[in-house]
């Protein structure tokens, strides 16, 4: 069964930053575009990023300016790199991958803690 690995959360000051992966657990899975997204405690989760298939980018207003999804092909894996965090950017942070076939599948999460 494919699983997305993610790694990358942390503690991390107010105004440093992260590095978020999620990796497909089997080469079967071929991570063509996909998105992030983050639930805060007693919140609902919410959008925060997606690369399209085709290159297209969205940020949510929140992150934009601050945060950068990628992907590495070679690697098979999706990135957002997390710039300037802000406390309010705490949260348990997810992957949505996509592959060719249009099937998703999801990261079993990674937190972010962001003192101030």
């Known amino acids: 069964q494919v699983q997305l690995v993610e790694s990358g959360g942390g503690l991390v000051q107010a105004g440093g930053s992260l590095t978020l992966s999620c990796a497909a657990s089997?080469?079967?899975?071929?991570?063509?575009?996909g998105g992030w997204f983050r639930r805060a405690p007693g919140k609902q989760r919410e959008f925060v990023a997606f690369l399209s298939s085709v290159g297209r980018i969205n940020y949510a207003d929140s992150v934009k300016g601050r945060f950068t999804i990628s992907r590495d092909n070679a690697k098979n894996t999706l990135y957002l790199q997390m710039n300037s965090l802000k406390p309010e950017d705490a949260a348990e942070y997810y992957c949505n991958a996509i592959n060719p076939s249009g099937d998703s599948i999801w990261g079993q999460g990674t937190p972010v803690t962001v003192s101030s």
């Open positions: 089997t080469t079967t899975f071929t991570i063509v575009g």
